[in-house]
């Protein structure tokens, strides 16, 4: 379900923070630290919160408030979104990129979210979409469709893990290109378009760097170049396939953001590039897959800090429910915007050696599209002591209206501190106390965060808890309806399309 809402709420975030260009927070900091002073980890970690949010939050001590009455209509959690920030992100990149002298054709990576506002977005903003399941590819047509988007030719590829005869044939019907993975995928699609009336396929090739050129790397997607020459050879010879792209995608740690790895990465699959064209085929693109980075912390040493005591099991234990360690991480924070970003990838040697091919240059952004495009509220349920004999003796269980689908993805924790917005005065109100997050589902595992927070003001039935920058993965790449519980409903604040 999702609700729409007039565009009188958000405002364009604009500001000149140095390390980041694309979200920044214009509230001041004594009003931040009014509103962040009811919650913080053990370790803060204090979130970047756009002004549409905060001032949302603000407001939500008003009665009447724009919050509490969706909260009351719709339920909790619920997800508030705004397409403004996607917005100003996509034109960051596009001006970044001809700045270097190389449009980029930008295609939003629909996994990140399910909304197809998103998609709406996107189409005004003149970009294309990465699809990764039949029903993304259905909805993205549908809203196509609806738009009456004018064609444009590769506006949309399919980079689906493993795709069914029937996903590969609603792509070759809809001119979709298909990101291929192995040859057993091409073997399928041969089957598919068999069974076609005079189909006729576009694929892209999914390289991947080999042991020699990246050491260190494993991923287990795509081929190196010598392993595809003979399927690329086969291509160049079949009338049904046309090899028309080139694709990667890396899903980057923290030292794979440096831009020097990726102008590598281009370098190499250039060489791809050119052999296929050898063979015989017509490669028009190179597809820099997604992967772009975003910034959730406002401080790097706050995030530093962190690291440095959460990698460590001693100095961890007080940090966590049962001193668990958080390994597998995103980076909360890293030096980079996706537009700088990019404009650091494209340096001249690199945007010349594409260029010089007459290649198109593709990304697939998610994450960084929808930074600050969403916030996650749910009510507090309940507060009570820990038992006494748990290992968390003195803390406390804060019960959320919430489970623990519906913020998180394949990391151990989404690493920032969320807000707190008291509502009533009874119950703990006024008594400092420590704690966690639990959730609806019923295993003694259901935290909603492995992080203990601080409550210095209390926290107490009925208060809401903010969760920021929930819109990249965290609202539903794992959201689950166990309990046959109904999933989170959606309201769009700013500006429509
Ligand atoms: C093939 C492909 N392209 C693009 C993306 C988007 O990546 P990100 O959201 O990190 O930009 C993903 C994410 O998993 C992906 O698998």
Request: glycine share 6%; proline share 6%.
């Amino acid at each position: 379900m999702v609700a729409r809402t007039n565009g009188t709420i958000a405002k364009d975030p604009v500001g000149d923070r140095p390390e980041r260009d694309s979200q920044v927070e214009r509230t001041s900091p004594s009003e931040g630290e009014t509103l962040r002073q009811h919650c913080r980890g053990m370790m803060p970690l204090d979130a970047i919160w756009p002004d549409w949010m905060m001032e949302l939050l603000r407001d939500a001590a008003n009665e009447t408030s724009l919050l509490r009455g969706w909260l009351k209509q719709w339920g909790s959690p619920l997800n508030v979104l705004n397409v403004d920030p996607m917005r100003r992100a996509i034109r960051a990149i596009q001006d970044v990129a001809s700045d270097r002298g190389l449009p980029v054709q930008l295609h939003f990576a629909r996994k990140a979210n399910k909304c197809p506002q998103f998609v709406q977005a996107g189409l005004g903003e003149g970009i294309g979409f990465d699809v990764a399941s039949e029903p993304e590819l259905q909805q993205t047509l549908e809203v196509m469709r609806k738009a009456a988007a004018s064609p444009q030719q590769d506006r949309l590829v399919c980079t689906a893990s493993i795709k069914s005869h029937s996903l590969m044939r609603l792509c070759v019907e809809n001119d979709v290109v298909l990101v291929i993975d192995n040859p057993d995928e091409l073997q399928t699609l041969r089957e598919t378009l068999a069974a076609m009336a005079n189909p006729q396929a576009r694929v892209a090739l999914r390289w991947r760097p080999d042991s020699e050129q990246a050491p260190a790397f494993q991923s287990r997607f795509g081929m190196p170049t010598s392993a595809w020459s003979d399927e690329a050879k086969r291509i160049a010879s079949e009338q049904r396939i046309k090899l028309v792209g080139v694709h990667f995608h890396f899903q980057r740690s923290l030292s794979q953001f440096d831009p020097t790895w990726t102008r590598t990465r281009i370098a190499e699959a250039l060489v791809a590039v050119d052999h296929f064209r050898e063979l015989g085929n017509e490669v028009r693109w190179l597809d820099i897959g997604g992967g772009l980075p975003i910034n959730y912390l406002r401080n790097a040493s706050q995030w530093s800090d962190f690291l440095s005591v959460s990698q460590n099991d001693d100095s961890a234990r007080r940090l966590t429910w049962d001193g668990r360690l958080l390994r597998n991480v995103d980076p909360m924070w890293q030096p980079w915007s996706a537009a700088k970003w990019l404009g650091e990838v494209l340096q001249p040697e690199t945007v010349t050696a594409i260029r010089s091919r007459d290649l198109i240059l593709k990304c697939e952004p998610g994450r960084s599209l929808l930074d600050g495009c969403g916030m996650t509220l749910a009510e507090v349920a309940f507060v009570k002591p820990c038992s006494a004999n748990s290992n968390s003796q003195g803390d406390h269980w804060i019960g959320l209206h919430m489970n623990s689908s519906q913020c998180r993805t394949t990391r151990d924790e989404f690493l920032v501190d969320p807000i707190v917005l008291p509502m009533n005065a009874g119950g703990a109100r006024g008594r400092a106390l420590e704690g966690f997050f639990v959730g609806v589902y019923c295993t003694e595992s259901e935290y909603l965060f492995q992080r203990r927070f601080q409550f210095p003001n209390g926290i107490a039935r009925g208060d809401l808890v903010a969760i920021p920058n929930t819109a990249a993965y965290q609202m539903h790449f794992q959201e689950s309806r166990a309990h046959q519980m109904p999933l989170a409903n959606h309201v769009f604040t700013g500006n429509f399309v």
